[in-house]
């Protein structure tokens, strides 16, 4: 017999303390949450856990079913056969804004309830018309955060595409929380799962090319040149209003989706937004950036004039990063980002030298015994004589099955167990937050510096730009405008029939 779906919602307390609102504003609002369907817990520890039988199937929300959505939802449809029985996971909810999309996808799980909404999902889920176990987030970059935060506001597990959130705000803010619901996260950087990423990882970390002084990652990809399009007629299946989520409503731009709304500003971060939290994370993990406390970033950008409207077609971001336990004297550590053509003039010395191409890769480590390239299935090491003597390292870190996976297994092993704390996925929100971070500061010091001369300065602990000429300015780009209902404030993440909008 299936085990009774008990629904929570997270600790009153924690959440609107991390929030930033008071508990009297909010009193009205948590008051008419109680049901005899919650339950609480003297530890202070979130309440959104239940118990479940070994053989039932995790049932799961995907939120966005077209394009990347798709993707992942027959990545979860795949594992289906990879537990101990054939229905191991049940897509049980689809939502997309785009009702062709919806259906097409709904022929294929037709017992599946659908929304084009996603608040009006999770509406359901907290009144517990719906019993969902976890939730997918395939939405485009501008809602990103509003569908995850609503997901850990109920205390359920959320998978997110990256880049995690549209600004650097919302990435701490769902960070903070996701630190509260303790629950199984997970950003979709799916080659993070891949065993090629882990034996990098292992050999950067044994000192295989000795110390790292900088690291060049690079796509040539340009998603760029956004322009708006007056009198763009909406498709007849795309629901214009909700697709724009939290942004301050505008008009149509044609064929800015289901993929186009990465060359825009409003929605996306171009290139650097689509690609770098795949291929930074390379680095960003064998070098433990995620771990580094009081870490710094002055960033310097080069690229063509900032547009309003659309993002550039090639850009170059360096981060000159510095911790306080980094040892006295260093140099800083360099990270540098090329993409829409530009290549790092260290690869092209190397390939000019050697007479290869070496532009196959698209991350370059510089060691003071060589150099070390790799891409999402292989890796070379330079000189040739020192390639010769490295020995790979025993193994350190796992190998999942996959990166949806590694997910799903610890959704399952969290939703059986009410005491035991969920398991650590490799790019959880705590990780994947500060990640998300690192890139955006990229874009954000593109747009705000007025010279390929000049530089910001970010401090991860704070969140804030160092007092330069252009703090203001990057400040500001922090966060986004947001249209009224659509903020991270619990008011608008929680359910209330006496005051919803929707």
Avoid at 158 to 177: D, F, G, S
Avoid at 269 to 280: F, K, P, R, V
Avoid at 409 to 422: G, P, Q
Avoid at 483 to 494: A, F, Q
């Amino acid at each position: 017999m299936l085990s009774t779906y008990k629904h929570d919602l997270m600790n009153r307390r924690r959440f609107l303390q991390l929030s930033g609102f008071s508990l009297a504003a909010s009193s009205a609002l948590w008051s008419c949450q109680t049901s005899s369907r919650q339950r609480s817990r003297s530890d202070g520890r979130p309440i959104a856990k239940y118990r479940r039988e070994r053989d039932q199937s995790l049932r799961i929300a995907c939120i966005g079913v077209g394009g990347r959505g798709l993707d992942n939802l027959n990545e979860l449809l795949a594992q289906c056969d990879a537990g101990p029985n054939p229905q191991f996971v049940e897509i049980s909810a689809l939502c997309d804004v785009d009702l062709g999309m919806l259906d097409a996808t709904a022929l294929r799980i037709p017992l599946a309830k659908r929304y084009r909404d996603f608040r009006l999902l999770y509406r359901d889920i907290q009144a517990g018309a719906i019993e969902i176990d976890a939730v997918l987030v395939s939405t485009p970059d501008h809602t990103h955060a509003f569908a995850t935060a609503m997901a850990l506001a109920c205390g359920l597990p959320v998978y997110c595409e990256k880049p995690l959130t549209h600004t650097v705000a919302e990435a701490r803010t769902i960070a903070q929380m996701a630190r509260v619901a303790e629950v199984p996260t997970q950003m979709g950087t799916q080659i993070h799962a891949g065993n090629n990423y882990r034996t990098v990882v292992e050999l950067i970390r044994s000192g295989a090319i000795g110390e790292i002084s900088s690291a060049d990652c690079w796509d040539n990809r340009s998603w760029c040149c956004g322009q708006l399009t007056p009198g763009a007629l909406v498709p007849a299946s795309l629901d214009w209003d909700l697709w724009q989520g939290p942004t301050l409503p505008s008009a149509y731009i044609k064929d800015v989706a289901p993929a186009n709304w990465r060359r825009y500003w409003k929605y996306g971060s171009g290139t650097l937004g689509d690609m770098a939290c795949h291929i930074l994370d390379l680095p960003f993990w064998a070098l433990g950036l995620g771990d580094q406390s009081g870490l710094r970033a002055e960033i310097r950008t080069d690229g063509p004039a900032v547009d309003s409207v659309g993002c550039p077609v090639s850009l170059e971001v360096s981060w000159a990063l510095t911790w306080p336990s980094r040892q006295a004297g260093k140099d800083p550590l360099i990270l540098r980002w090329f993409d829409g053509g530009k290549v790092s003039p260290t690869v092209q010395e190397l390939s000019a030298k050697d007479g290869q191409n070496y532009g196959r890769f698209n991350t370059l480590f510089q060691g003071s015994k060589g150099f070390l390239f790799s891409n999402y299935d292989e890796h070379l090491i330079l000189p040739g004589a020192l390639a010769e003597k490295v020995v790979t390292p025993a193994p350190t870190l796992t190998r999942p099955a996959g990166h949806h996976l590694e997910w799903i297994n610890a959704v399952r092993a969290w939703t059986m167990d009410l005491e035991t704390k969920s398991e650590m996925t490799g790019s959880n929100f705590e990780y994947a937050s500060r990640l998300t971070e690192l890139v955006l500061c990229g874009a954000i010091a593109y747009r705000s510096v007025d010279s390929s001369q000049g530089t910001i300065t970010y401090d991860f602990e704070s969140g804030l730009v160092g007092a330069d000429g252009w703090a203001i300015k990057a400040n500001k780009l922090m966060t986004a405008p947001s249209r009224d209902g659509w903020t991270l404030d619990p008011t608008n993440l929680i359910f209330d029939a006496a005051r919803s909008r929707i």
